[in-house]
């Protein structure tokens, strides 16, 4: 199982990123899908989660309104589109997979990209 994470940079306050997680080694359409963060001496927290399926979705009330998660089970790729970032949106972004049904490992994760959002 093998997830990477790109999409990460500095960027200023109210600006836009879009972060991706290339899935390998595994079903991909037979997991759920998360993002987490680690913001700098802070746990991990859940940011967002998209169902195997593509259709539901969950976010943190932080992020609410602001961010959005996508899938493309084709690619085997998921995506977190951020926008109307804040400094406190500054973290370490993880991809999380963790299978909803079928076989295979029950959970893995990504190597983090950093976001960074400041003036």
């Known amino acids: 199982v093998h997830l990477v994470e790109s999409g990460g940079s500095l960027v200023q306050p109210g600006g836009s990123l879009r972060l991706s997680c290339a899935a390998s080694?595994?079903?991909?359409?037979?997991?759920?899908m998360s993002w987490y963060r680690q913001p700098p001496g802070k746990e991990r927290e859940l940011v967002a989660v998209?169902?195997?399926?593509?259709?539901?979705?969950n976010f943190a009330d932080s992020v609410k309104g602001r961010f959005t998660i996508s899938r493309d089970n084709a690619k085997n790729t998921v995506y977190l589109q951020m926008n109307s970032l804040k400094p406190e949106d500054t973290a370490l972004y993880f991809c999380?997979?963790?299978?909803?049904w079928g076989t295979g490992p029950n959970d893995a994760w990504g190597q983090g990209t950093q976001v960074t959002v400041s003036s």
């Open positions: 999380n997979a963790r299978r909803a």
């Open positions: 080694g595994f079903t991909f359409s037979t997991y759920d």
């Open positions: 998209i169902n195997s399926a593509g259709w539901r979705t």
